[in-house]
């Protein structure tokens, strides 16, 4: 079983669309993230969400909208896209919050703007 | 400013020798932790080694070593007796934060080549 699933692998789409990533975990852990990775491989933090709270928003545009339905999911949906958010974009969960706990990664969506 | 520095974009290593991938972070925290993942061809993370502040002993997992000299703020990878399937980008990490929360954030990478 995949411990941290994410869909779809891959996503193209034109700009101006909406389009939405969903993200599972199956490791009971508390908190969940959304980072993006872009075309040199640099990995930014967008956003934690800790019980479904979200605890860290790093200045993302607000077209840039995550949900956590519950503790196990935590969704991107993103508005008007535009071709600078073509990237891999990556969910990850931690058992907790504290500064020893290391990431579980998903797969990654690869988004294609055109 | 950045945080993490890795300033080796790409290694070539021979088969079988060790290599070290260094890493200089900045932090005015007491407390936090220090990672290394690994990103092959393939696309996923995977979580190599933990380092906390506070720690005295270098971390070990396997052939991964972490040296960390906290008071030059560096946390370089030494991977011991190469092989091919290491070859990937490799990404050193710090974890910050508080009771409100904690983020990892992550250096620029570096591509480590392992040649036959």
């Known amino acids: 079983d995949t411990a941290v699933s994410q869909t779809p692998k891959y996503l193209v789409t034109q700009m101006g669309n909406d389009k939405s990533i969903k993200c599972e975990q199956n490791l009971g852990h508390d908190t969940m993230y959304w980072y993006k990775q872009d075309s040199k491989k640099f990995l930014k933090i967008m956003f934690s969400y800790n019980n479904k709270e979200l605890i860290i928003n790093e200045t993302v545009p607000n077209r840039f909208s995550p949900k956590s339905p519950d503790k196990a999911h935590l969704n991107l949906h993103i508005n008007s896209l535009e071709l600078g958010d073509s990237a891999v974009y990556f969910c990850?969960?931690?058992?907790?919050?504290?500064?020893?706990?290391?990431?579980?990664f998903g797969s990654g969506t690869q988004l294609s703007v055109l | 400013a950045q945080k993490i520095t890795q300033t080796q974009p790409g290694m070539f290593v021979q088969e079988k020798e060790a290599v070290t991938l260094d890493c200089t972070y900045d932090?005015?925290?007491?407390?936090?932790?220090l990672f290394w993942y690994k990103q092959p061809s393939s696309g996923e993370m995977i979580f190599l080694i933990y380092?906390?502040?506070?720690?005295?002993q270098n971390a070990t997992e396997g052939r991964y070593s972490l040296n960390f000299q906290k008071a030059r703020k560096s946390a370089n990878l030494v991977i011991s007796a190469s092989q091919l399937g290491d070859s990937a980008m490799y990404f050193c990490?710090?974890?910050?934060?508080?009771?409100?929360?904690?983020?990892?954030?992550f250096g620029a990478g570096t591509r480590l080549f392992v040649k036959a």
């Open positions: 990490a710090m974890r910050e934060g508080n009771t409100g929360g904690f983020k990892t954030i």
């Open positions: 990850a969960s931690s058992q907790a919050s504290g500064q020893e706990e290391k990431l579980f």
């Open positions: 932090t005015s925290d007491q407390s936090y932790g």
């Open positions: 380092q906390g502040s506070y720690d005295e």
